[in-house]
């Protein structure tokens, strides 16, 4: 079944900064984070079994062992593919991307392992593989799905010919790729407009564009975005972070951001930026900003 704006939260919950990547929160603050989050109506958490090196999912299945209410009141998305040099796989000799069929069932069986759960609700390939081969995979998506261990498959930073690819042999849900209004490529390589053609809706990670945003800078092109934000900040009584937001819902293929905070204060704000609507011109004054001259 294929995402829709109603069958989704507004954002999805990132978890790359809760462990040992970022805030290394114990299983009680977990435990609080998630539950905070539930209570916000936003039940969509997004792992990839690489985060924390290999150690974040199963800091997050700690909870969901003593929780198992909870499983059942949220929907969890993985990633796998991408194979890291770390202390807790050994036998990874060099950084690489492997999208086989061997890695991605071992990877599920990991992953369910570490998360304390009978299924995924969305197992996403990280980065497209050089090698990978389309009908292997489709192969092993539609094993995964007959198993119950899988129920929708998608992609992660995969352009829109590979994409159109894998998406001819298995249905493919999302793609999730880097969109901020520092990081526009999806607005003008394909990414965007063939999500609205097929109606998939696609997931934004680092949304806010890293924080850079919100730094003092030299820079003119990050002060103008600056000075355009502030703008719509006073004008809406809200953050720029609500702002940045609001701009990215705005296109209507429907972006979903995925939120990089620990803090349920801002993932509160986040939620209040829903009722933020900002005008056409106001997008295209952004854009302009970020843009650094006049569209053409």
């Known amino acids: 079944m294929k995402l829709t704006k109603d069958s989704i939260s507004p954002y999805i919950i990132g978890t790359m900064r809760l462990g040992t990547w970022g805030s290394n929160l114990t299983t ?5 984070f998630i539950e ?19 150690t974040t999912e199963e800091d997050f299945g700690k909870v969901l062992k003593s929780r198992k209410d909870l499983r059942k009141k949220m929907r969890i998305t993985t990633k796998c593919g991408i194979k890291l040099t770390s202390e807790n796989r ?8 492997d999208l086989s069929a061997e890695h991605i069932n071992v990877s599920v ?33 539609s094993k995964l799905k007959k198993e119950g261990k899988v129920l929708d498959v998608g992609v992660s930073n995969f352009s829109p010919s ?60 990050i002060q103008a975005i600056q000075k355009t934000l502030n703008l719509l900040a006073e004008k809406y009584s809200a953050a720029n972070d609500q702002i940045l937001y609001a701009w990215l819902r705005k296109h209507p293929a429907g972006i979903v951001p995925v939120l990089g905070t620990s803090k349920i204060e801002r993932i509160k704000a986040a939620s209040e930026a829903l009722n933020i609507s900002l005008t056409h011109e ?10 650094g001259r006049e569209i053409d």
Request: net charge negative; aromatic share 12%.
């Open 28 to 32: 009680a603050e977990y435990e609080k």
């Open 36 to 54: 905070g989050c539930i209570d916000l109506n936003l039940v969509d958490f997004d792992h990839a079994d690489i985060y924390g090196h290999y």
């Open 90 to 97: 050994p036998d990874h000799k060099i950084k690489s991307y």
């Open 109 to 141: 069986e990991k992953s369910l392992a570490n998360l304390k759960t009978d299924y995924i609700d969305v197992l996403l390939l990280h980065r497209p593989d050089y090698l990978f081969d389309p009908h292997e995979i489709a192969e092993t998506f």
């Open 162 to 221: 590979q994409f159109d690819l894998l998406n001819s042999l298995t249905p493919l849900i999302t793609n999730q790729v880097e969109i901020s209004l520092l990081h526009r490529n999806a607005f003008e390589d394909g990414t965007l407009d063939q999500c609205q053609k097929l109606k998939v809706i696609p997931t934004a990670w680092s949304p806010l564009g890293g924080g850079i945003l919100f730094k003092d800078s030299k820079d003119k092109k």
């Open 282 to 291: 106001e997008w295209y004054m952004l854009w302009q900003a970020a843009l």
